[in-house]
């Protein structure tokens, strides 16, 4: 009976150690408004600023993107949703269907 509790209690360390070693996003999220009127929360995932995660109009949804080529500015997809930045403001739009969220998407 021992044994199962310290393999029980030794796998539940496992798993603590486990979670605890994945790189955590940063609560801070940037908000911008575009000409649609459409809200962008959105932060880059970790320092290599190589993904972001976008919410859309204050939702509950995260869609974690990639950054992929670009011919300027920064781009980043999943296969659904895509977001192109360039300098201070940037568009959203489905990618598939490229149906425009909003443009002109920046601070308010």
Same mark, same amino acid.
């Given at each position: ?7 029980? *209690?030794?796998?539940? +360390? /496992? /798993? ?15 908000? =911008? ?8 929360? =959105? #932060? ?19 869609? #974690?993107? +990639? ?23 940037? /568009?959203?739009?489905? +990618?598939?269907?490229?149906? *425009? ?8």
């Amino acid at each position: 009976m021992i044994g199962i509790r310290q393999v029980g *209690l030794a796998a539940a +360390t /496992l /798993l603590l150690v486990a979670c605890s070693s994945q790189p955590e996003a940063p609560d801070q999220w940037n908000r =911008w408004v575009c000409d649609s009127q459409t809200e962008v929360l =959105w #932060r880059f995932v970790n320092d290599s600023v190589d993904q972001v995660d976008v919410r859309l109009g204050g939702g509950d949804i995260v869609y #974690r993107l +990639t950054q992929e080529p670009a011919g300027s500015g920064a781009l980043y997809s999943d296969g659904r949703l895509s977001f192109h930045t360039k300098g201070e403001e940037g /568009l959203v739009y489905w +990618t598939a269907t490229d149906d *425009l969220i909003g443009r002109g998407c920046k601070a308010p």
